[in-house]
Structures are given as structure tokens and as C-alpha cells.
């Protein structure tokens, strides 16, 4: 497939708690387009190298099995449930424990590489919402829209805390805001596709801002790119 006939991307990109994966969400549904979680795919990397009992820092053995994983995305009525070879961890992800596993295995070049193909699947017609850190910059330097959402590191911090509060899960406000900073650093200053906005990013600051208006700013960028001519 060549670049002029490739489905449409648009990449949401950002730190944890700037509202990325709901924002991709909903326009993902509005669109009726794939959505892809990479984030899921360095989570779920993190975690069966834990499993495993591999070397976090054995980036060549962590990439042999990121290469491999039997990973599948399931669309329920209510929500979409991921399964690592068969086995269901769309909660257990979800945990900042999983984010830091998944944040010390990004950081390897190969583990990247090993992941790159896997994520550039999921364009597919009629077009792909892709969600995380180098979507833009990295994965889909053509896409046709690129968003990069920021938030001030209490905001997120206080977001991420009801977001696990809401899954059930026991968190320390304090640690966690411990937890996502040390995540966020290790993710900038990483080598390899570090956390920074491609140059035709458009910038948005969702700290005071509700969810649904940034929303309709998104979806207006959407318009103004002729991606949705018909909503
Ligand atoms: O987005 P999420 O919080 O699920 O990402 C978990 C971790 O996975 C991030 O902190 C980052 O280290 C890594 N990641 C990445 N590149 C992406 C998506 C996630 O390095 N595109």
C-alpha cells in the first residue's frame, strides 16, 4: 500500500493523565475507526517479562518475547478485553505497577523495534485513532492529524488517582504522584522516541479544561482536516 492510499491516522500523544486514552476513545466511536492502545502493548511487554522472570535490562531477551506475544483485543458490549495468551489482564494492566514495567522495557531500542510492525497492523480502513507516546513522531510520522496533550503534574496525578480508584484498586496519592513523575522523566529522557510533540503537533492543555470541551475542539480539528466530512 502506498502512503496515497493508506488509511488515515490521526495520533493522540501525551504523558499518563492529560485524558489520551478517553479522548482516543471517543473519537474512535465518534469516527467509527480502529483505535489502537500502545500503551496496552508496552504494558503487556512489561508484564509477561515479569511472568517470565526475564531481566528487565536484558533488552534482547525482552524483545525476543515482545516479538512473539499472543496478545489479542476483544470488543465486549461494555468495554474492550485484552488477553495475554489467552489469559484476561485488561485489569491487571492497568495498575501503575504494570505502567512502570512497561516504562522500563520502552526504553530499550529493540523492544521498540520489536513492536513497531505490530502497531503500524492496525491501520486499516477507514482509518486509525492511535494513542501514546511516539505516535506521531515515530509510528505514523504521516498522519494526517496529530494531537499532543499536556497537563499540568498535579491534574494528572489527581486524574490518575480516580481513574485506579475507580478500577477498585488501593492507591496512595502521594506514591502515585511519586510513581508518575519518576515514569514521565524516564519516558523524555529515554534515547529512543522520547516523549516530546512532533513538529505538526497541535498542542493542547486539558488542566482546566473538561474532558468533553477538549472533545469538541479535537473533533474540530478533525472537520478542519476533511476527515469527517459528514459529522
Ligand atoms: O499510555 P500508557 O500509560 O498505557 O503507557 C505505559 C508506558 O508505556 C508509558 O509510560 C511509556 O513508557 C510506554 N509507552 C511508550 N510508547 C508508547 C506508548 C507507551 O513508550 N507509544
Redesign the pocket.
Known amino acids: 500500500m502506498s502512503a496515497g492510499d493508506a488509511p488515515p491516522v490521526i495520533t493522540i500523544?501525551g504523558?499518563?493523565g492529560t485524558g489520551?486514552?478517553t479522548i482516543a476513545r471517543l473519537l474512535t466511536a465518534w469516527l467509527d475507526w480502529h483505535l489502537l492502545?500502545?500503551?496496552?502493548?508496552?504494558?503487556l511487554a512489561?508484564l509477561a517479562a515479569q511472568d517470565r522472570g526475564l531481566d528487565l535490562d536484558d533488552a534482547h531477551a525482552v524483545a525476543a518475547l515482545a516479538r512473539g506475544l499472543d496478545i489479542a483485543f476483544v470488543e465486549g458490549a461494555q468495554d474492550t478485553r485484552v488477553l495475554l495468551a489467552g489469559r484476561d489482564v485488561t485489569d491487571t494492566?492497568?495498575s501503575e505497577a504494570?505502567?512502570?514495567l512497561?516504562?522500563?522495557?520502552?526504553?530499550h531500542p529493540a523492544v521498540?523495534d520489536a513492536l513497531l510492525a505490530r502497531?503500524r497492523d492496525f491501520r486499516r480502513p477507514p482509518g486509525l485513532v492511535a494513542?501514546?507516546?511516539?505516535?506521531g513522531t515515530?509510528?505514523f510520522p504521516d498522519a494526517t492529524l496529530k494531537i499532543f496533550l499536556t497537563a499540568s503534574a498535579e491534574e494528572r496525578a489527581r486524574r490518575r488517582y480516580n481513574q485506579l480508584i475507580e478500577k477498585g484498586m488501593s492507591v496512595n496519592l502521594a506514591r502515585l504522584s511519586r510513581d508518575i513523575t519518576a515514569?514521565?522523566k524516564?519516558?523524555a529522557e529515554?534515547a529512543v522516541?522520547p516523549?516530546k510533540p512532533a513538529p505538526d503537533a497541535i498542542l493542547l492543555d486539558t488542566t482546566s479544561t473538561d474532558i468533553h470541551v477538549v472533545e469538541e475542539q479535537v473533533r474540530q480539528l478533525v472537520r478542519e482536516r476533511g476527515l469527517a466530512r459528514t459529522r
Open positions: 500523544d504523558p499518563s489520551k486514552g492502545d500502545s500503551g496496552a502493548l508496552y504494558r512489561g494492566i492497568r504494570c505502567g512502570a512497561a516504562s522500563q522495557v520502552a526504553a521498540r502497531q494513542d501514546g507516546r511516539d505516535m515515530v509510528v515514569r514521565d524516564r519516558d529515554r522516541a516523549l
